[in-house]
């Protein structure tokens, strides 16, 4: 892959950018981030004229880059703030984690699939992105490395994973699909107490099925 970033290319991203604007994005440092992360380098060649489509493309095992308005949408719900603790549940093409770095946030990602997790290594450090990653399953999440200031779950979960929940700080918020393959409803849970959340609902989403377990039997990895 050539690792090129083009005047035409920024050009699309701002008018991508402008289209976001115009669907309701209003955090301005989101829409920053998608305006300097190159999601042309996240696609497979054959996608990479439509890479500033309000599009979803598919990444391989099964899985998609999700599109730019969702990614948008989700990272304004989690309200990023500089050196904030994010665990990201799904790294698929590491776009999302790019721009969630972008922001400043230290990223802790979790990819199940182990094709795109050894991609993803590689990718984001010739980029100039530098997550923690790890190989296993989101369910579990990271309770080593906890608790989070905010969770990130970028597939479609049927029902709440309560692991994920008890690896939040109180303060902090989740933002997570859950429902049917059919299509999920945006929800934000914020960690009011020790075992207190409020649960607030964003709006209907179709993501790919978050799966338990991982691809193969390799064990976790940083």
Same mark, same amino acid.
């Given at each position: 892959?050539?690792?090129?970033?083009?005047?035409?290319?920024?050009?699309?991203?701002?008018?991508?950018?402008?289209?976001?604007?115009?669907?309701?994005?209003? %955090?301005?440092?989101?829409?920053?981030?998608?305006? %300097?992360?190159?999601?042309?380098?996240?696609?497979?060649?054959?996608?990479?004229?439509?890479?500033?489509?309000?599009?979803?493309?598919?990444?391989?095992?099964?899985?998609?880059?999700?599109?730019?308005?969702?990614?948008?949408?989700?990272?304004?719900?989690?309200?990023?703030?500089?050196?904030?603790?994010?665990?990201?549940?799904?790294?698929?093409?590491?776009?999302?984690?790019?721009?969630?770095?972008?922001? +400043?946030?230290?990223?802790?990602?979790?990819?199940?699939?182990?094709?795109?997790?050894?991609?993803?290594?590689?990718?984001?450090?010739?980029?100039?992105?530098?997550?923690?990653?790890?190989?296993? %399953? +989101?369910?579990?999440?990271?309770?080593?490395? +906890?608790?989070? %200031?905010?969770?990130?779950?970028?597939?479609?979960?049927?029902?709440?994973?309560?692991?994920?929940?008890?690896?939040?700080?109180?303060?902090?918020?989740?933002?997570?699909?859950?429902?049917?393959?059919?299509?999920?409803?945006?929800?934000?849970?914020?960690?009011?107490?020790?075992?207190?959340?409020?649960?607030?609902?964003?709006?209907?989403?179709?993501?790919?099925?978050?799966?338990?377990?991982?691809?193969?039997?390799?064990?976790?990895?940083?």
């Amino acid at each position: 892959m050539i690792l090129s970033d083009t005047y035409k290319h920024r050009g699309l991203r701002k008018i991508l950018v402008d289209n976001l604007r115009r669907k309701g994005i209003k %955090d301005e440092k989101v829409l920053s981030a998608i305006n %300097d992360v190159p999601r042309h380098l996240f696609l497979e060649s054959g996608f990479i004229n439509y890479a500033y489509k309000n599009q979803a493309f598919p990444i391989g095992s099964g899985q998609t880059i999700s599109q730019p308005y969702t990614v948008a949408y989700q990272t304004s719900l989690l309200k990023v703030k500089p050196k904030e603790k994010i665990l990201e549940i799904g790294t698929g093409s590491g776009y999302q984690t790019a721009v969630l770095i972008k922001m +400043g946030a230290i990223v802790y990602t979790i990819e199940r699939q182990h094709d795109l997790f050894i991609r993803t290594q590689q990718l984001l450090p010739e980029l100039g992105f530098f997550p923690h990653f790890f190989f296993g %399953d +989101g369910y579990k999440g990271l309770p080593t490395y +906890g608790p989070f %200031d905010k969770i990130l779950v970028t597939a479609g979960a049927p029902t709440i994973p309560k692991e994920l929940l008890k690896q939040l700080r109180i303060g902090g918020r989740m933002v997570i699909p859950l429902g049917s393959n059919e299509g999920q409803t945006m929800f934000v849970y914020t960690r009011t107490g020790k075992d207190k959340y409020k649960e607030e609902t964003h709006g209907k989403f179709s993501f790919v099925p978050m799966l338990k377990g991982t691809e193969n039997k390799n064990n976790e990895n940083t």
